[in-house]
């Protein structure tokens, strides 16, 4: 693996998620005193679900959530209320029991077409940024077995676009065999702080494909992922490390 990379190793998977609900806390206060606000991009997947809990469980008391902006980085065409949607899983593990207004949370109008959809949440991005360029304080992200990131899988046009702030892509290989809404690589890549989850050894090979040093990004789409001017974090537990 590349030794240059921002990576940091956790003991097993619960470490990870405390570390990560710790560092979305930290990021927050910093983001708030430096600018007034935090600006949030939630992931799906097992890990940053149990983060979530632990920020509900550990900090719901200690957040200034009036000054929380939540974004979704991808989301499932399918309603709220279904298992499968992002929004749905965040709702149910951290958002339900916070003092956050819903004016505070961007969902994704999935009862949209998937077009329409992306073509909606971009301009929602753009207009609460207004004149500012659209850059989000943390931005979580997951890594599949396939090597994509939010819903940018690799084979896929979405993984190529390079004008759009928010696209929509078919299904994967992985599933759900659902269609996808989701960040671009250029909204990716204007975060201050981007931050991959991967735990468990499943994640093993993909994992060291992604940090070494000459990655393919056509194979490993989210090696694409480079802030222009922020920072870039792998946090795993050890088996995904190995």
């Not at 149910?92 to 949440?121: K, M, N, S, W």
């Amino acid at each position: 693996m590349a030794a240059d990379k921002n990576v940091r190793v956790l003991k097993d998977a619960p470490a990870l998620a405390q570390a990560a609900a710790e560092m979305v806390m930290q990021c927050a206060t910093a983001a708030i005193a430096a600018r007034g606000r935090f600006m949030i991009a939630l992931s799906g997947g097992s890990t940053p679900e149990a983060a979530y809990e632990i920020i509900m469980r550990d900090f719901a008391t200690k957040g200034n959530w009036a000054k929380w902006f939540i974004f979704m980085g991808d989301e499932r065409a399918v309603p709220v209320d279904d298992p499968r949607s992002n929004l749905g899983m965040a709702k149910r593990t951290l958002l339900h029991g916070l003092p956050i207004a819903p004016e505070q949370i961007f969902a994704v109008h999935t009862e949209l077409p998937p077009p329409a959809a992306a073509a909606d949440y971009e301009k929602r991005i753009k207009d609460f940024f207004g004149y500012a360029e659209p850059r989000f304080d943390l931005i979580l992200l997951g890594l599949g077995d396939d090597g994509h990131t939010a819903s940018l899988f690799p084979g896929l046009s979405a993984r190529h676009e390079s004008s759009k702030l928010v696209t929509f892509s078919p299904p994967g290989t992985l599933p759900p065999p659902v269609d996808r809404i989701t960040f671009t690589f250029p909204l990716i890549n204007l975060a201050r702080k981007a931050v991959f989850l991967m735990a468990g050894e499943k994640k093993k090979k993909v994992v060291r494909q992604l940090l070494s040093k000459d990655v393919n990004p056509e194979l490993i789409p989210a090696a694409n992922v480079h802030p222009i001017d922020g920072e870039l974090i792998y946090m795993m537990d050890q088996a995904a490390h190995g």
